[in-house]
């Protein structure tokens, strides 16, 4: 089955100090991964995304994200945690070829604490 | 560029009334998706359109929920009637009909059914 799971419902990490959301993935096609951000009463904003070649992938905002098919995940990291960057965090995956619907986990929590 | 247009932004009805939800999704993307977000979820998706084709409606509740989308551009998905749990965020989200390309997501119709 295609699934997505990110074990962390809610995290609070101390601003200024490094993060990692985890996901892990399964699925039956080559992914293309994503990671989504969700602020209150907002849409779903693109951090990144992994098509191919290097499995390590930077985004917006600071944020990079390592792909790693040998053990099915995709984390998301941050060296150094803004206030701002308190939301809902989604990872996803999707099949390489356009107009395939995304497969989304139930997302993460962060909270940020001063 | 204007992103994907939504409304209304919420909505709150009674339990059996219709409803219904419009969206613009960005200028030139072919493929429009419908995905609903239920509290404390991620979104899945109810309905994908290439062009003005209904490509993948498996997930649509077919007995209360319908949709459009009539020339190819913007869409409309009803509910008739609506129950206590369809309460939830629907999401529209747009993408080019090629590969690679991320979906670009409205900020959702968050809907209440009393």
């Known amino acids: 089955a295609q699934s997505v799971t990110q074990p962390d419902i809610h995290i609070t990490v101390s601003e200024g100090a490094s993060?990692?959301?985890?996901?892990?993935?399964?699925y039956g096609a080559t992914p293309y991964l994503f990671w989504y951000v969700q602020s209150p009463g907002q849409g779903l904003q693109l951090l990144l995304k992994y098509f191919s070649g290097d499995t390590l992938v930077q985004g917006i905002k600071g944020f990079e994200a390592e792909f790693k098919r040998s053990q099915s995940s995709f984390n998301l990291r941050k060296p150094s945690v803004h206030w701002s960057d308190a939301?809902?965090?989604?990872?996803a995956v999707g099949a390489v070829q356009a107009g395939t619907a995304l497969i989304f986990g139930k997302g993460t929590t962060l909270s940020v604490s001063s | 560029e204007a992103g994907v247009v939504q409304s209304?932004?919420?909505?709150?009805?009674?339990k059996k009334q219709p409803v219904a939800f419009w969206c613009n999704p960005i200028s030139g993307h072919n493929t429009l998706?419908?995905?609903?977000?239920?509290?404390?979820?991620?979104?899945?998706?109810?309905?994908?359109?290439e062009n003005e084709e209904a490509v993948d409606d498996s997930q649509l509740p077919k007995d209360r929920f319908s949709a459009e989308r009539l020339k190819g551009v913007d869409s409309t998905l009803k509910i008739q009637p609506a129950e206590l749990g369809d309460s939830a965020?629907?999401?529209?989200?747009?993408?080019l009909q090629t590969t690679k390309d991320e979906q670009f997501f409205g900020p959702g119709t968050r809907l209440t059914v009393l």
């Open chain 2, 33 to 49: 998706y419908w995905y609903r977000q239920n509290l404390g979820q991620g979104p899945e998706l109810l309905i994908r359109y």
């Open chain 1, 87 to 91: 939301a809902e965090y989604f990872c």
């Open chain 2, 8 to 14: 209304p932004r919420y909505k709150i009805i009674e």
């Open chain 2, 89 to 95: 965020v629907y999401l529209c989200a747009s993408q």
């Open chain 1, 19 to 26: 993060l990692e959301l985890r996901c892990n993935y399964s």
